[in-house]
């Protein structure tokens, strides 16, 4: 009997230490990444400074349907060369349309305010960090025009990273297929007339505050911004960690305004040509 019951005992503490939960990644304290785009936030020129619209020129917050980055680095100070500070993600990349390109077709592509990265925090680096790049690569919003004197919303999905192999895209209800590279400036408009694509030169403003100190490669989008206190990983964090993302797309979407009317009309022989597709700034915040 004694042997019995010991046993069961045994048994029974075996049972229950098997039943206890493991730990495990999900558990892990992890660093949430979210990307938001914001129509108040000041708008900035390339060099990081408040910008306004030039005379000639119109333009208005475009209305964000999705967002997609391609590079996420923590920089220790405004000297901290690109590349050399902490990388938390670097999207897949590919040479199927010759020369490197991201590819478009594994790209996270998210609405305004999901969870963008979820990144183990004891994958991040310990240290102090004051500044933030993050490269976006591809976004998808809806804009107003006019059409014959009436107003109209079409949707764009404009491309700025350095260079996306496309495979095929959707931007809105119809389909564009392209199997090839695009640079930056690559862009699809569909409205009541369907779908055109066509391709923009210098019109994708990055800002940069750190121009000076830490420049960027031309054609790229990386876009930089300033944590309002110093960003710090102990290492010992038991607790996960937010950091929004917040983008400035305060009259993002210009255009020439050869009329003067402040609408974007796109009449053929209107001349109102897009000229800038960018991007207005970047505000980190900690929560």
Request: glycine share 10%.
């Given at each position: 009997?004694k042997?019995?019951?010991?046993?069961?005992?045994?048994?029974?503490?075996?049972?229950?230490s098997a039943?206890?939960?493991?730990?495990?990644?999900?558990?892990e304290?992890?660093?949430?990444?979210?990307i938001?785009?914001?129509?108040t936030?000041?708008?900035?020129?390339?060099?990081?400074?408040?910008?306004?619209?030039?005379a000639?020129?119109?333009?208005?917050?475009?209305?964000?349907?999705s967002?997609?980055?391609?590079?996420?680095?923590?920089?220790?100070?405004?000297?901290?060369?690109?590349?050399?500070?902490?990388i938390?993600?670097?999207?897949?990349?590919?040479?199927?349309g010759?020369?490197?390109?991201?590819?478009?077709?594994?790209?996270?592509?998210?609405?305004?305010?999901?969870v963008y990265?979820e990144?183990?925090?004891?994958?991040?680096?310990v240290?102090?960090?004051?500044?933030?790049?993050?490269?976006?690569?591809?976004?998808?919003?809806?804009?107003?025009?006019?059409?014959?004197?009436?107003?109209?919303?079409?949707?764009?999905?404009?491309?700025?990273g350095?260079?996306?192999?496309i495979t095929?895209?959707?931007?809105k209800?119809?389909?564009?297929?392209?199997?090839?590279?695009?640079?930056?400036?690559?862009?699809?408009?569909?409205?009541?007339?369907?779908v055109?694509?066509?391709?923009?030169?210098?019109?994708?403003t990055?800002?940069?505050?750190?121009?000076?100190?830490?420049?960027?490669?031309?054609g790229?989008?990386?876009?930089?911004?300033?944590?309002?206190?110093?960003?710090?990983?102990?290492?010992n964090?038991?607790?996960?960690?937010?950091?929004?993302?917040?983008l400035?797309?305060?009259?993002s979407?210009?255009?020439?305004d050869?009329?003067?009317?402040?609408?974007w009309?796109?009449?053929?022989?209107s001349?109102?040509?897009?000229?800038?597709?960018?991007?207005?700034g970047?505000i980190?915040?900690?929560?």
């Amino acid at each position: 009997m004694k042997i019995t019951i010991s046993f069961l005992l045994l048994s029974a503490i075996f049972f229950i230490s098997a039943c206890k939960k493991k730990p495990s990644e999900a558990d892990e304290p992890k660093l949430i990444v979210k990307i938001v785009v914001d129509s108040t936030q000041v708008r900035l020129g390339n060099l990081g400074t408040p910008s306004t619209i030039p005379a000639g020129n119109a333009g208005q917050h475009p209305s964000f349907n999705s967002i997609a980055a391609h590079y996420l680095e923590l920089a220790p100070s405004a000297t901290t060369a690109l590349g050399n500070g902490t990388i938390l993600y670097h999207a897949p990349e590919t040479t199927l349309g010759g020369s490197t390109a991201i590819d478009f077709s594994k790209a996270i592509v998210k609405k305004s305010g999901e969870v963008y990265l979820e990144i183990p925090l004891k994958d991040v680096a310990v240290g102090n960090y004051e500044w933030v790049r993050l490269s976006v690569s591809y976004q998808n919003y809806d804009v107003k025009f006019h059409y014959a004197g009436q107003p109209y919303t079409g949707t764009i999905a404009s491309f700025v990273g350095f260079k996306n192999y496309i495979t095929s895209f959707l931007v809105k209800n119809q389909s564009v297929s392209v199997n090839a590279n695009k640079s930056q400036g690559y862009w699809a408009f569909e409205s009541i007339a369907g779908v055109q694509t066509g391709q923009s030169a210098g019109s994708t403003t990055v800002p940069n505050p750190l121009a000076s100190t830490s420049p960027i490669p031309a054609g790229s989008c990386v876009v930089t911004g300033q944590f309002a206190t110093p960003f710090t990983i102990t290492g010992n964090e038991k607790n996960n960690i937010t950091v929004i993302m917040s983008l400035s797309v305060n009259k993002s979407f210009e255009w020439k305004d050869l009329n003067g009317n402040g609408k974007w009309d796109v009449d053929p022989g209107s001349g109102e040509d897009v000229v800038d597709m960018g991007l207005r700034g970047l505000i980190p915040i900690v929560q």
